[in-house]
């Protein structure tokens, strides 16, 4: 199979495509975006695509809307160039939070993105962990929803898990939670979370026996920590004992450095490489 495949990156996380291919024994294919005075951008593969199987390597993180671009501009070269059959791995669908229409005269952006993915050219999504796993029905064309949980697993597996909780800081990823916790062993509890902003939630309380506990709190995402500051805080409340934090996709935006930071008592804060690390991390 993979004597027939072409991978190329996208400018967001060439590191992510390039450990990638060393895995699967394949070359990394040059590409080359440009800019024209006018701030359009031009994009260029610059190997045979060919009734080849592609691969276009991008996740979808800062600045969102350029790497988007790229990332359609790239798919609709490969088929342009009569690719035989087009994936685009998007390690991180930034959109997925864009899943309803939860006020009057929005977007549902999730939705929209899928459709330019399909029409630029994608006859296959790879992506991982999205926020809101219904988005994956949102796409025309096939979608391989994969998960990190194993891999978090393996982290932690062979330690003293013996007093140790999963803990969700919502209900909505309380059973990625469930699976975690199986894999480990362990209780799995979730807070009970009121969203008022993009950065403000109230975690009201907390479902499940934490109290003098070891917890492993788990979430798909950290952006900018609100959520994740907040689910400390009622732990701490109710008297837990030492503290990890997991998560797919480590975004670390705005002040969320910062924040983590300033949280005493976490042991270690554990991510995959599904997205680039911002420097300050």
Do not use: W
């Not at 990156?9 to 990638?20: D, I, K, R, V």
């Not at 394949?26 to 440009?34: F, N, Y």
């Not at 798909?220 to 701490?236: H, K, S």
């Amino acid at each position: 199979m993979t004597g027939d495949i072409t991978v190329f990156s996208g400018s967001a996380h060439p590191a992510f495509a390039e450990e990638m291919c060393q895995i699967l024994g394949v070359e990394l294919s040059p590409s080359r975006t440009t800019r024209f005075s006018n701030d359009c951008l031009q994009t260029q593969l610059r190997a045979n695509c060919r009734q080849r199987d592609v691969y276009i390597v991008q996740p979808l993180v800062q600045p969102v809307q350029e790497n988007l671009v790229e990332l359609c501009l790239m798919l609709d070269a490969a088929r342009g160039a009569s690719a035989a059959h087009i994936t685009a791995v998007i390690p991180h669908f930034a959109y997925a939070r864009s899943d309803k229409k939860d006020a009057p005269r929005i977007s549902i952006g999730a939705r929209l993105v899928a459709d330019m993915l399909a029409t630029a050219g994608a006859s296959r999504v790879i992506t991982m962990a999205m926020h809101s796993p219904q988005v994956h029905g949102f796409f025309s064309v096939p979608v391989d929803h994969l998960s990190a949980v194993r891999e978090l697993a393996g982290h932690f597996a062979g330690r003293d898990l013996s007093n140790t909780v999963v803990v969700s800081p919502d209900l909505g990823n309380a059973k990625v939670a469930s699976q975690l916790a199986r894999l480990l062993g362990t209780p799995v509890a979730a807070g009970s979370k009121r969203r008022l902003a993009d950065d403000k939630v109230v975690i009201d309380n907390i479902v499940g026996d934490v109290a003098g506990k070891d917890v492993i709190v788990l979430d798909d995402e950290i952006a900018n920590a609100g959520t994740i500051v907040e689910i400390l805080a009622r732990l701490r409340a109710v008297g837990v004992g030492s503290i990890a934090i997991a998560c797919t996709h480590g975004l670390f935006t705005g002040p969320a450095v910062e924040r983590l930071k300033q949280e005493p008592g976490v042991d270690e804060i554990v991510t995959t490489n599904t997205v680039p690390l911002p420097p300050e991390s």
